[in-house]
């Protein structure tokens, strides 16, 4: 009975084993068509999506562009004259903030009263030679000749005074050298007698250590045989031992202190030897000068006086000629004399323009360096250079309003464009974003701010800052 179950049971699942695979196969249509609509509806609404997205892109109604900030013209670094670039600050007359106008003396060289001098001497060349062309356009009077007798008189004693006085420069100069040459070689002499005083007493030292060293090392000899025989123990062997070991160290010690005691005195023994010749050459320098400064001053009163005791021996007849020579000498002293006040106006360095004090380059009593003396800028007038990619600057236009914005002032600042450079260049004012491109082509635009943000920048030269330019 079981069997005939088992065999109809069989047959049972064979007859329905079609019916299952339509059933699978109409599953699976079913399905795919499911599946298909569903892919259809979702492209649908992707492609709807993108549309409106695209719809949605605003226009660009700006251009944003980092640059900096600059007074009007940029900064100027102010400096000496060529003829006076040698020369040393005497007087800074203005401080870093200070506002100055144009024209306004600035700094003042230490060749100022060199050249003050000589303008005063030309001067009074001007003054004689004038004085001659007149006697010589009168004539023979006996005032004249007295007058001009006079003038050589006056000459003669200027010329003996400003000699002497020059002379007694001269003698100071010189025992001002022998003053510090002999402090100066007593203080070597002191030096070394310092290093020979102090190597002796060291190496007195060095004797004594030696001497205690080898007392040491004998000591130990002998509590070293007296070890071995076992008359005494080890500890007191290696008492010994310390001890010679410490007389050692302190020997090395002392020779190093020799060494060094060597060393730093010849160091300052030769500094001293320099500061010697410093003076020597400093002094010898001053010498020199003084003693032409002492000849130039004999030959220029010398000429004066010849010129005068010439015009005294001509006075007495007028020629055209001797008026002629007189003119001459007039035209050539007042050229002497303006040639004199230009290279007096180089020791006076002036502002070209009104604008504020920056940086302070050189201070008073320093030589004027490269950078120059002080750095000036118009900061009445503002500009922010902005530097636009090349992509956009063709959307820059003359005149445009732009916003200027920065982290250090919290108002915004506003311009319109008043100049756009002609010249594509590497981008110099980078982003704090590491992942910007800093190799990028840009085009300066020159901003002009208004008179109110110009005086919130005025403090801020070369501030980062972004604009922002309605197109």
Same mark, same amino acid.
């Given at each position: 009975m079981l069997d005939d179950h088992l065999v109809k049971n069989s047959l049972a699942a064979e007859a329905s084993r079609p019916s299952r695979l339509v059933l699978t196969v109409a599953a699976f249509a079913v399905g795919g068509a499911s599946i298909y609509g569903l892919q259809r509806f979702k492209g649908g609404e992707i492609a709807k999506t993108s549309a409106k997205a695209i719809r949605a892109i605003p226009d660009i109604k700006t251009v944003t562009a980092l640059g900096r900030l600059e007074p009007k013209g940029e900064v100027i670094e102010l400096s000496a004259p060529g003829m006076a670039e040698a020369s040393r600050v005497e007087k800074l007359l203005v401080k870093e903030?200070?506002?100055v106008q144009a024209d306004q003396v600035v700094a003042i060289l230490d060749s100022r009263d060199t050249l003050m *001098? *000589?303008?005063?001497? *030309?001067?009074?060349?001007?003054?004689?030679? $004038?004085?001659?062309?007149?006697? @010589?356009? =009168?004539?023979a009077k006996q005032g004249d000749i007295e007058a001009q007798k006079a003038a050589i008189a006056r000459l003669q004693a200027e010329q003996?005074? +400003?000699?002497? =006085?020059?002379?007694?420069a001269i003698n100071r100069l010189q025992v001002e050298k022998n003053t510090e040459s002999k402090a100066q070689q007593a203080a070597? /002499?002191?030096?070394? =007698? #310092?290093?020979?005083?102090?190597? #002796?007493?060291?190496?007195?030292t060095i004797a004594r250590l #030696?001497?205690?060293?080898? /007392? =040491?090392?004998?000591? %130990?000899?002998? %509590? $070293?045989?007296? %070890?071995?025989?076992?008359?005494?123990s080890i500890s007191l062997r290696d008492s010994k031992d310390l001890v010679l070991q410490t007389a050692k160290q302190q020997l090395a010690q002392a020779r190093a202190n020799l060494q060094r005691i060597k060393a730093s005195k010849e160091q300052q023994i030769a500094e001293a030897q320099a500061n010697l010749e410093r003076i020597r050459s400093s002094r010898q320098q001053q010498l020199a000068e003084a003693e032409a400064n002492l000849e130039r001053i004999q030959s220029s009163l010398q000429q004066q006086i010849n010129q005068s005791k010439a015009t005294l021996e001509s006075i007495a007849e007028i020629r055209p000629v001797d008026v002629l020579v007189a003119q001459t000498e007039v035209n050539r002293a007042v050229a002497a004399m303006?040639?004199? +006040?230009?290279?007096?106006?180089?020791? %006076? @360095?002036?502002?070209?323009?009104?604008?504020?004090i920056f940086d302070i380059k050189t201070r008073p009593g320093e030589r004027v360096s490269d950078e120059g003396i002080a750095e000036i800028g118009e900061t009445s007038s503002m500009y922010a250079i902005v530097e636009v990619y090349q992509s956009d600057v063709n959307k820059i236009r003359l005149g445009q309003e732009v916003?200027?914005?920065a982290d250090a002032i919290p108002d915004k600042l506003k311009g319109i464009v008043d100049q756009i450079g002609l010249q594509v260049q590497r981008q110099n004012v980078i982003n704090s974003d590491p992942s910007t491109n800093i190799d990028s082509r840009v085009v300066e635009v020159h901003v002009r701010l208004d008179d109110e943000s110009s005086q919130k920048a005025a403090r801020f030269t070369n501030l980062q800052v972004r604009a922002v330019v309605e197109i």
């Open positions: 903030g200070d506002k *001098a *000589a303008f005063k001497e *030309a001067k009074e060349a001007v003054r004689v030679a $004038q004085a001659n062309l007149k006697m @010589v356009k =009168a004539g003996d005074t +400003e000699i002497k =006085a020059q002379q007694a070597i /002499n002191r030096l070394q =007698a #310092e290093k020979i005083r102090e190597i #002796e007493a060291q190496r007195a #030696e001497a205690q060293l080898e /007392n =040491a090392r004998l000591e %130990y000899q002998r %509590y $070293q045989s007296l %070890y071995k025989t076992g008359a005494i303006n040639r004199a +006040e230009a290279d007096l106006k180089q020791a %006076y @360095v002036r502002s070209p323009q009104d604008g504020q916003e200027v914005l």
